[in-house]
């Protein structure tokens, strides 16, 4: 048994057609078929209505010139 995830187009005569991997032999086969309650494109735009996400910023002013984050500067040869 093999699971196949994809995205379908359905008609309105019910007629649905998929893309299946090349793999899978020609011929008749038994298949489960999962559809979502909304049309893939309702489902866009429903993400797309959504706002922004709103992070703080804290800000502490620039970094110092001679600020070095090389690993010997910040632990030395103690923290290794």
């Known amino acids: 048994m093999k699971s196949i995830e994809t995205i379908v187009t ?3 005569e019910g007629k649905m057609t998929a893309q299946l991997p090349l793999d899978i032999p020609e011929g008749e086969h038994q298949v489960v078929i999962v559809i979502d309650e ?6 866009l735009e ?12 804290d800000n502490y002013g620039s970094w110092p010139e ?9 632990y030395g040869d103690w923290g290794r």
Not at 38 to 43: D, F
Not at 46 to 57: A, E, G, T
Not at 66 to 74: P, Q
């Open 10 to 12: 359905v008609t309105k």
């Open 38 to 43: 909304q049309p893939l494109a309702k489902k």
């Open 46 to 57: 429903s993400k797309q209505k959504r706002l922004p996400l709103n992070f703080p910023v």
């Open 66 to 74: 001679n600020l070095s984050l090389s690993r010997e500067d910040m």
